[in-house]
């Protein structure tokens, strides 16, 4: 029905994020909750979860076991990843930029477009090398004890 890999829903099943019942033949028996499951699933994953992210934090509660404090964590997850996705995006933009100029050099090869460009990848890898520094500072800073 929704056109998920037979392999797909059995590995789901072995992992326990969506586990169906069993028939007197063995045949697995979606439920529409499990068929809703299903649909959130492929949802989030297109969204970028993973399905450790998809297991762990969603748990897939039924509206009646939600409480407050799961509804704050699973809010501050989202949160979280919206941030990591805004941070991608960021970059990819950079890259399509970075991207998009070279192709333009090259169709149109000038020192003032080469000059263009190459300021453009000066900029582009000090900010790498800037968000590289971050880190390695952050990481031995916590070891000078």
């Given at each position: 029905?929704l056109?998920?890999p037979?392999?797909?829903?059995?590995?789901?099943?072995?992992?326990?994020i969506?586990?169906?019942?069993?028939?007197?033949?063995?045949?697995?028996?979606?439920?529409?909750?499990?068929?809703i499951?299903l649909m959130?699933?492929?949802?989030?994953?297109?969204?970028?979860?993973?399905?450790?992210?998809?297991?762990?934090?969603?748990g897939?509660?039924?509206?009646?076991?939600?409480?407050?404090?799961?509804?704050?964590?699973?809010?501050?997850?989202l949160?979280?990843?919206?941030?990591e996705i805004?941070?991608?995006i960021?970059h990819?933009?950079?890259?399509s930029?970075?991207?998009?100029?070279?192709?333009?050099?090259?169709?149109d090869?000038?020192?003032?477009?080469?000059?263009?460009l190459?300021e453009?990848?000066?900029?582009?890898?000090?900010?790498?090398?800037?968000?590289?520094?971050?880190?390695f500072?952050?990481?031995?800073?916590?070891?000078?004890?």
């Amino acid at each position: 029905m929704l056109g998920i890999p037979k392999d797909t829903l059995r590995y789901y099943d072995r992992i326990g994020i969506v586990s169906p019942i069993r028939e007197g033949n063995r045949y697995r028996r979606y439920s529409k909750d499990d068929l809703i499951d299903l649909m959130n699933i492929q949802i989030m994953q297109y969204a970028d979860f993973s399905l450790e992210e998809i297991r762990g934090v969603f748990g897939f509660q039924r509206m009646e076991n939600i409480t407050p404090a799961y509804c704050e964590e699973v809010a501050a997850f989202l949160d979280a990843k919206n941030t990591e996705i805004r941070t991608k995006i960021a970059h990819l933009e950079k890259v399509s930029r970075l991207l998009h100029i070279a192709a333009e050099t090259l169709r149109d090869l000038n020192p003032e477009n080469d000059q263009r460009l190459a300021e453009i990848v000066r900029k582009i890898y000090r900010e790498m090398r800037k968000n590289e520094s971050n880190i390695f500072e952050e990481g031995c800073n916590e070891h000078q004890d």
